[in-house]
């Protein structure tokens, strides 16, 4: 019986060892990050904003302060580097365009809601993923391949 559990247990944890897993990785970090930096904006009243530099391959958080004053965030928000050789590819935002170099960034409102928003990430061997972040909610669909809005 023990043996059987380890195989099924290895069985679906072999695969997060494959090729893709920097890049599943990556993708599920900045997930987290966008998702809590929607409830942050949503629970503090305060505009939050994610803040992609593409290439570098890096994102940082900001809060809006009651100032007006932009201050990056500690934490979870601090500055984060994609894992192994993955990159970002583009940002688009249907508002605003496609963007596949600088910075870029996306702002969480305090009424809840987020700029609809997809982020390609790819690796070096073109693999590819994509985030498509929902307005209302602040949840990101995690896609193989490159989809577009």
């Given amino acids: 019986m023990v043996i059987t559990l380890l195989a099924l247990f290895s069985l679906l944890t072999i695969p997060l060892f494959g090729g893709t897993s920097k890049l599943g990785y990556s993708a599920r970090c900045l997930n987290g990050t966008i998702k809590y930096l ?64 600088g910075e870029v960034t996306v702002r969480m409102h305090p009424a809840g809601w987020v700029e609809e928003t997809s982020v390609h990430l790819e690796d070096g061997s073109g693999n590819a993923l994509t985030l498509h972040v929902m307005p209302l909610t602040g949840t990101a669909e995690i896609f193989e391949g490159y989809k577009t809005l």
Wanted: aromatic content about 6%; overall charge negative.
């Fill in 38 to 101: 929607f409830n942050e904006a949503a629970l503090t009243g305060r505009e939050h904003r994610l803040v992609c530099n593409l290439d570098r391959g890096t994102y940082s958080a900001q809060v809006l302060d009651a100032d007006g004053e932009v201050v990056t965030l500690s934490g979870i928000g601090r500055e984060t580097t994609l894992a192994g050789d993955v990159r970002f590819r583009d940002l688009q935002l249907p508002d605003r365009g496609t963007f596949t170099s």
